[in-house]
């Protein structure tokens, strides 16, 4: 995908077109981020889902999507009830071949067979992604942090970078602010508070063995006397040598840092992730920047929280839970509505 001034259209078309379809100067975050990462995340993994838009029941498929996808997750993991069975969501299914292409050319077309299918595409792409993107964000405009304003400005400037069809991503998400802190910075930091994949288990010979990403990511060894904190300024003195070495081009150096942080806890995709390998160009990241970017952006100063006695006081992690903030919700100011 190397047209990064389409994504970010496309993606600042979905905010626009979420306000436009809910009518309300009261919204959702959770809804909103769901929204605008689903349909990012349809339209650059299925070829025809841009034919889907033409669907009046699009928006009202999309919403059901989102919500019908994480409860099915926090469904899954309750272990005094059976975990769904695929073959009963029948909405879901038609509500899936409505948004993404009558065709039977895709993987998974017939949506009733649980492999193939295109959740195994659409799962990893977007419901790992969206829970990030919304904490950062908070992170970012509503933590009452000293450097808000210049952490939202980054992601701005971020994202009219990307405006021009000829600018290159890689100078974009690397380009250092006054003090020094990159995109790139910010969008690591919400990865190593909340990674995507927090824990692996993996059976060896008949005993199970589980990998805590959540908790080596919040450690000393990479988090230093404020593991606990969201703190993007960080990521400038981690691996500095190995990192210096990428900015100036150095074959090899984008291996070499990625094996350093690692070797410190650093792996928010797990050990290896499609979407964070070298052939992909960290596309992952850039996308949860792309974003993190379009929320700071398109919701500027007009929208406070209604409920923020929800969030933990700021230097303490936000909560992880699937049903975490599901009622936080944003007011548009009356200047902004008038």
Known sequence: ???WADLRNRAIFFFDDYLVQIKKDTISL?????????????????????EATRSTNRFED??????????LWIDSKRVETARPQWEDQTELHIALRRVITPETSIPGAFLEIPDPNPLNLLLPAYETMWRVVMRGFLEIRYQNAADTSSWCKIMTDYLRKLESPISTHDNAFHNAAESGVRPGDITKEALRLYPPTRRVHRSFHGQIWR???????RSALLGGKDPLVFRPERWQDICAVERQCVFDNIKGAGKTLKRSKEKLGYMPFAYWCAADHEETKGFGMKMIALLVAV??????????????DSLPEQGTPLDTDHKAYEDLKLRKSQSASS
């Open 1 to 3: 995908m190397g047209n």
């Open 30 to 50: 959770a809804e909103l981020t769901r929204f605008i990462t689903l349909e990012l995340s349809l339209f650059y993994l299925f070829n025809d889902a841009g």
């Open 62 to 71: 999309i919403i059901y999507i989102g919500h019908r996808i994480n409860q």
């Open 211 to 217: 990998a805590d990403i959540e908790t080596c990511q």
């Open 295 to 308: 929320l700071c952006e398109k919701l500027g100063n007009e929208w406070a929280l209604e409920n923020d």
